[in-house]
């Protein structure tokens, strides 16, 4: 009987044997995880080995495609840790304490910085001269080169304002207020004429933070309070936020249960203090934009979304409007005398756009009418449609002209009067006289509800106010 051969191990085979080994393993590993605790590693950009337990986005960018991270990017603390779900899952509002201020409130001194984002194309020299004493971080989101820039121009402001918050975690000052490029856009507060810089001068540090996080925006209009976004309703909203916002919040808040309500003023401009960003770890951050850098939604959508998430990450809230008069008065020294002071003064601006619109429906309609009156003056010419005459030699259409009827003829021609009206004589004088009258009464109340909120007594009773 002849001895069996023994098999023969080439080094390929024993190389595939190993790595089907090894899979294997990894696969079985798997299975022991928990449900929804798959390790992902984050994009290449970032130095450091670190994982977070978040479901994979539907597609990554490659590594070419992600751009690398900005010259002055600072390592991230302590990169090896696996962070589980206490890091990522944000969201009880208990875990958010309210800050303590300093002696004298609102006018304590407070270490400031203002985040600004902008285009090569926008011009911030606003910023130096009105506000010289003010320390800024100016984000030019398309420029590689400029000193401060992020890792990829995408998603608006967003990752500017997280680039900054990433690389300066460390050496925050006390209140952070993050505004776009612009010094007058409908994005700013009325009540300081669309200003960014009034607005800035106005801010009350010790209300940022006392509250945490500041809206800088008062009023809830044009969009955004209050219940703007109903994430769980079946009725979609106008421009698709609520679907895009349901498909997205399992990766950016992977152990939170989606609000019923997402809303606050818009427009993406706050001030938050450094408190409440140390009160939550620096890797979400850098979790909240990795996913950024590998969304595959378009740059509007991505940036847009958050403009009713950054209440969320900084409340834990998924509404927050606080009524327009106190943030006025608390937040900017604006105290008309409580609720009921600033609707009346709101009262007025709106008697004063009626008016206004009063006056130019009154100038539309005397143009129409000397429009009017001068076609048919001279011969009525491309009113008249079949046997009508023109009027007499001169082009005159007589009587008739006058009383508004067409010049010439009685048989086909086209009869205006109807709708052609003469504008009531003097009538833009009574209009006139009324804008001048409430421009001067809101304008007398802006005096003295800004004279109440320098008195730290008027303006901590108006605040105290039982409705």
Not at 206 to 224: D, H, K, S
Not at 282 to 305: A, Q
Request: proline share 8%; hydrophobic share 30%.
């Amino acid at each position: 009987m002849l001895p069996r051969r023994m098999p023969r191990f080439s080094i390929r085979r024993i190389i595939l044997l190993f790595i089907c080994g090894v899979m294997t393993l990894g696969a079985y590993k798997l299975l022991l995880l928990p449900a929804g605790q798959l390790p992902l590693p984050l994009s290449q950009p970032f130095s450091g080995s670190y994982e977070f337990p978040w479901p994979s986005p539907s597609t990554s960018p490659s590594p070419s495609s992600a751009t690398q991270p900005s010259s002055n990017f600072p390592p991230l603390s302590d990169t090896s840790q696996h962070h589980d779900q206490h890091d990522l899952a944000v969201h009880s509002s208990t875990i958010f304490a309210p800050g303590v201020t300093k002696p004298g409130g609102a006018f304590a001194n407070y270490t400031r910085t203002l985040v600004i984002t902008r285009t090569q194309s926008e011009n911030v020299t606003w910023l130096s001269e009105e506000l010289p004493d003010l320390p800024t971080a100016i984000y030019v989101a398309d420029d590689p080169t400029a000193p401060l820039h992020p890792p990829l121009n995408k998603g608006h402001e967003v990752m500017n304002y997280l680039t900054y918050i990433i690389d300066h975690y460390d050496n925050l000052p006390e209140v952070i207020m993050f505004m776009h490029a612009h010094r007058y856009s409908y994005h700013n507060n009325e009540i300081q004429e669309l200003d960014a810089v009034r607005m800035l001068r106005d801010l009350n540090p010790a209300r940022v933070i006392r509250e945490g996080y500041m809206n800088l925006r008062c009023g809830w209009g044009p969009w955004g309070c209050p219940a703007y976004l109903r994430p769980t309703s079946s009725t979609p909203d106008k421009y698709r936020l609520q679907e895009i916002i349901v498909a997205q919040w399992p990766l950016l808040f992977p152990y939170d249960d989606i609000p019923d309500i997402l809303a606050q003023p818009c427009c993406a401009q706050f001030a938050v203090s450094r408190q409440r960003i140390h009160a939550i770890p620096r890797t979400r951050f850098v979790f909240y934009r990795d996913w950024l850098l590998r969304t595959d939604l378009t740059d509007y959508y991505s940036g847009r979304i958050w403009e009713y998430l950054w209440q969320y990450i900084f409340t834990g809230k998924g509404e927050v409007c606080p009524e327009e008069w106190k943030c006025y008065c608390d937040g900017f020294g604006w105290c008309f005398g409580g609720k009921r002071g600033y609707d009346d003064w709101v009262g007025l601006n709106l008697k004063r756009m009626d008016a206004e619109r009063q006056l130019k429906e009154w100038e539309d309609g005397k143009m129409k009418w000397e429009g009017y009156v001068r076609e048919t003056k001279n011969g009525g010419s491309g009113v008249r449609s079949g046997g009508g005459h023109d009027g007499d030699e001169n082009g005159n259409g007589g009587k008739e002209a006058e009383n508004g009827k067409e010049g010439g003829g009685k048989g086909g021609g086209d009869n205006k009067e109807g709708s052609v009206e003469k504008p009531e004589t003097g009538k833009d004088v009574y209009w006139r006289g009324q804008i001048e009258a409430l421009s001067a009464e809101i304008k007398n109340r802006k005096r003295i509800a800004q004279r109440r909120g320098r008195d730290p007594k008027i303006r901590a009773a108006e605040l105290g106010e039982i409705e």
